[in-house]
């Protein structure tokens, strides 16, 4: 198997977990006021490491749960088991598996699917990107009064309500509206895929964006961080858009 067909199985075993706990009672711990974990994020995460596992025994891992090494040396593999916990702990249908590689701190493969809807969002750096098989492209929309943005909340957001509220006050002077998914991995497949033409959210972690970030770059937007410097895993902030309307979003977010 190659790299991607190994992420694809990898996220494949860890959507079966999820499909088969969704809409159940589910035993729910707490990281933080607002961050929950349940016992379907720790079963998904060991079926999608199991697999990396038999197939790439050599290579390292880090996981949002188990946690690993460092994400910028050699090449790791990085995973988010469900991405959108808050939403699956509530039976809203936007989560997530996502399954990146890296190798020296580039992307190499991404593969993000939407657990309960089934679209499988994937990348191969230099291939571009698919849904289902199917290769995508962001949005032609250059007009920032016409874009669709999305947007999630950190978990601090109870400390940094008034700032939040700021930005998304910012950003809905100048832009045709915000949507609020709730899984930062299906917001950057958006991207690619054309559904929403920009989106931005402070808080993400590696896990969060490692797959998603390739997936938006192969299917020809920009990714960044809120100055407009390249994105790096350890930027606590992200911006992800077609490319058209990038600068326009990274102003409407500064202001």
């Known amino acids: 198997m190659n790299d991607l ?26 990281k933080g006021d607002v961050d929950p974990v349940t016992e379907a994020d720790r079963a998904a995460e060991e079926a999608i490491l199991e697999v990396i596992r038999s197939h790439r025994p050599d290579d390292r891992i ?12 050699g090449r790791v593999w990085i995973v988010d088991p469900i991405d959108g916990t808050v939403n699956f702990v509530h039976g809203f249908p936007q989560v997530a598996t996502s399954v990146g ?16 809807n089934q679209e499988t969002f ?9 849904l289902d098989g199917s290769p995508i492209r962001v949005s032609a929309v250059d007009d920032p009064s016409r874009a669709l943005v999305g947007t999630g909340f950190a978990y601090d957001r109870q400390q940094r309500a008034q700032e939040m509220a700021d930005t998304l006050a910012g950003v809905l002077r100048e832009f045709q509206g915000i949507r609020r998914v709730g ?16 989106y931005w959210e402070y808080g993400v972690k590696p896990w969060d964006t490692a797959a998603g ?30 490319g058209r ?11």
Do not use: K
């Open 62 to 73: 880090l996981a949002e749960e188990s946690g690993g090494h460092d994400w910028n040396e």
């Open 101 to 116: 590689l890296r190798s020296d701190g580039e992307g190499v493969v991404g593969v993000v699917e939407s657990a309960v």
């Open 245 to 255: 309307i990038h600068d326009s979003l990274i102003r409407a977010i500064a202001r």
């Open 5 to 30: 067909e190994v992420a694809f199985a990898a996220s494949r075993a860890g959507t079966d977990v999820i499909r088969h706990h969704f809409g159940t009672a589910v035993h729910t711990e707490w």
């Open 213 to 242: 970030a390739l997936i938006v770059e192969e299917a020809g937007g920009r990714v960044s961080a809120f100055s407009g410097d390249s994105y790096s895993l350890d930027d606590p902030g992200v911006v992800a858009t077609n």
């Open 183 to 198: 899984s930062a991995a299906l917001d950057l497949c958006w991207v690619a895929a054309g559904r929403i033409d920009a």
């Open 122 to 130: 994937a990348a191969q750096v230099g291939a571009g990107a698919t």
